[in-house]
T-cell receptor
């Protein structure tokens, strides 16, 4: 019973391509996130959604577009991929909007060549 | 603005020795504090959390952490290291009233036989 699941786990693609990463949580949480982990393992919030509504967008290029079709799903679409987009992308969810821990998926390792 | 500082990018211990991973935070309001563990090619798993109740917090796998407001610290300890504890450990903070985690840069724990 995977709580937060992401697909694919690995993604290798060429510069300029468009790709999507899918995320689903079965925890019944209202809030979902995308985090980016760079090559030095630093984790930074990208987006936060509460009940399908965008609540945080942290200075992310507009080539990145999250979409939440329902509160259990938060997908990430990336246009015109660049070398610098190579990273591990984590989806997470939390039971409340404020003051609470997040539960993370296994990550998607994106490599742009 | 909130921030987290983890002292030491790498900590090496022998199996059976005390584990001490240091975390200091800054927050303009009372914080919520967390420790996560990341095993290779895995997502982040919550070890423990401080949410303004008891200052000594016990977590999974024998880890505990103590919140010290006067020192703005939340150090992670384990009395006796096990080989399976080798992983990357992240301290994170949410200032009260906020919604997203701010992570430290991580500390890699190395355990030798």
């Amino acid at each position: 019973d995977t709580a937060v699941s992401q697909t694919p786990k690995y993604l290798v693609t060429q510069m300029g391509n468009d790709k999507s990463i899918k995320c689903e949580q079965n925890l019944g949480h209202d809030t979902m996130y995308w985090y980016k982990q760079d090559s030095k393992k630093f984790l930074k919030i990208m987006f936060s959604y509460n009940n399908k509504e965008l609540i945080i967008n942290e200075t992310v290029p507009n080539r990145f577009s999250p979409k939440s079709p329902d509160k259990a799903h938060l997908n990430l679409h990336i246009n015109s991929l660049e070398l610098g987009d190579s990273a591990v992308y984590f989806c997470a969810s939390s039971p409340r909007t404020l003051n609470t821990e997040a539960f993370f998926g296994q990550g998607t390792r994106l490599t742009v060549v | 603005a909130q921030s987290v500082t983890q002292l030491g990018s790498h900590v090496s211990v022998s199996e059976g020795a005390l584990v001490l991973l240091r975390c200091n935070y800054s927050s303009s309001v009372p914080p919520y504090l967390f420790w996560y563990v990341q095993y290779p090619n895995q997502g982040l798993q919550l070890l423990l959390k401080y949410t303004s109740a008891a200052t000594l917090v016990k977590g999974i796998n024998g880890f505990e952490a103590e919140f010290k407001k006067s020192e703005t610290s939340f150090h992670l300890t384990k009395p006796s290291a096990h080989m399976s504890d080798a992983a990357e450990y992240f301290c994170a903070v949410i200032p009260g009233g906020y919604s997203t985690l701010t992570f430290g840069k991580g500390t890699m724990l190395l355990v030798s036989p």
